[in-house]
């Protein structure tokens, strides 16, 4: 082989080489790094448990003290950490407004009674629920801060914070728990559940037993329990005879078995959002962008193109109707409202030749008077007429009659316009305004 072919052959591996570790970085940008973060870290420095997921199955695995210490941590794009379930308040509320900003100023007030610290140092997580209610978690803002400032020193952006209560695997209609330390952790809902302390494997957590008591008899009542890698001494007919519940084994840990990779609420919302994120977004975003842009064009246009069609056709109406007025009434000087202007000469010219609309108060007076006859329970206090309108002083028992009298008055082509109606202790006290509606009355 001569020198010039090994030169090549070198460079050529030289190429796959860099080829296959560009393919390796890349793979790895696409996995995604869990962390599961000790109760009181990192203060307390703790075991931390690191997970290596590419899809579903099995993942890579392990525990370190330091983050610095997990393998190939340097190239991790996407990172999702798993928060000490103690640290956070799991609770559900239901608020009538899907504003987010109204929901933020609302959820301090609305949990009030279940929170411990000021409202001003908490931070409010939410997910809006299929029944419409809201999933809320509730944490110390100085332990987001804390959380955040080591792995942000490790280099690691984290895109999700979420209560390790909710990585518990849980199947519809259960409950679902694990033992973690002295701790059992217990997964109630999608976004629920709750941490005690475990005792012995003997017998069951009475805070447990409690919380299965409270539900049985709700249409939340888990149809049966499962026990995620109990510990030796745990005795499992000890258990179901306790909790009156079956029971079901699955040995493999939580941690080191699949369970779901997307949070069920994520605590990453409001001023500890990711900034990233829209950026991530913003590619996504553009043709809709571009879309958005074309439609509010093209409505511009139309509106454009609407308002100048409708502006000529009231003018040459209004044209009209002047014409109409000044031939009818020649002798007006100035022509405002030609239709108003009509009205009101038409009124006048009928009142100077002795004859009554059906806008006049005797017209009016004879179509009410009917339904005050049936109604004795009208006590009237008051008549006034000015602008061809009624206005009404009474007092009647209560509102359901004010509404019947409505009925009957508006079915008698008067329309009714409620000025005020108070509460007193002889009854009702209101004020109605009554005006002919243009269709004769019976």
């Not at 995604?32 to 307390?44: K, N």
């Not at 519809?172 to 059992?184: E, K, L, M, Q, V």
């Not at 990453?268 to 074309?294: D, K, N, T, V, W």
């Not at 008698?412 to 000025?419: A, L, P, Q, W």
Request: aromatic share 8%; hydrophobic share 40%; glycine share 8%.
């Amino acid at each position: 082989m001569t020198a010039s072919q090994m030169t090549f052959k070198s460079r050529k591996l030289s190429a796959a080489s860099w080829w296959r570790g560009l393919q390796k970085s890349f793979s790895r940008r696409g996995d995604t790094l869990e962390l599961l973060l000790p109760r009181g870290w990192p203060e307390r420095r703790g075991t931390v448990h690191w997970r290596l997921r590419d899809g579903a199955g099995a993942a890579p695995h392990g525990q370190v003290t330091e983050l610095n210490q997990i393998p190939g941590v340097s190239n991790m794009t996407r990172v999702h950490v798993w928060t000490p379930p103690s640290d956070s308040l799991l609770t559900r509320v239901t608020l009538p407004t899907r504003s987010r900003t109204k929901i933020q100023q609302a959820l301090p007030y609305a949990l009030e009674d279940q929170l411990v610290g000021e409202p001003e140092q908490l931070h409010f997580s939410y997910r809006i629920l299929e029944d419409g209610s809201l999933a809320v978690a509730v944490t110390a803002k100085e332990r987001m801060q804390a959380w955040l400032a080591q792995l942000n020193e490790a280099g690691l952006r984290p895109t999700g914070f979420c209560p390790a209560l909710l990585a518990i695997p849980l199947e519809p209609g259960t409950w679902s728990a694990t033992f973690h330390g002295n701790d059992i952790w217990v997964r109630t809902g999608m976004a629920s559940g709750f941490t005690s302390a475990a005792g012995s494997g003997g017998v069951a957590p009475p805070l447990l037993e409690m919380c299965l008591r409270e539900v049985q008899d709700k249409p939340s009542a888990p149809s049966g329990l499962t026990i995620i890698h109990p510990p030796s001494g745990f005795v499992q007919d000890s258990w179901a005879s306790q909790l009156k519940l079956p029971l079901s084994i699955q040995k493999q840990d939580f941690w080191t078995g699949y369970h779901e990779s997307v949070p069920a609420l994520n605590l990453l919302q409001g001023s500890f959002a990711p900034s990233h994120q829209l950026q991530e977004m913003l590619p996504g975003l553009r043709p809709a962008a571009i879309m958005l842009g074309i439609w509010m064009v093209g409505s511009l246009g139309f509106n454009t193109w609407e308002w100048w069609s409708l502006k000529n056709t009231h003018e040459k109406l209004r044209s009209e109707m002047t014409q109409v007025f000044r031939s009818t009434f020649p002798d007006a000087q100035v022509v405002q409202d030609p239709a108003l202007q009509m009205q009101r000469l038409h009124s006048e010219l009928q009142g100077k030749s002795g004859k009554t609309g059906q806008a006049d108060v005797l017209p009016l007076l004879g179509s009410i008077a009917p339904v005050i006859q049936a109604n004795p329970q009208i006590i009237l206090r008051g008549i006034q007429y000015g602008e061809s309108r009624l206005t009404i002083d009474f007092t009647l028992p209560d509102f359901q009659t004010m509404e019947t009298i409505k009925t009957a008055l508006a079915a008698r082509g008067i329309s009714v316009e409620v000025v005020g109606a108070n509460s007193t202790p002889s009854g009702i006290e209101g004020r109605l305004r009554l005006s002919r509606t243009g269709r004769a009355g019976t």
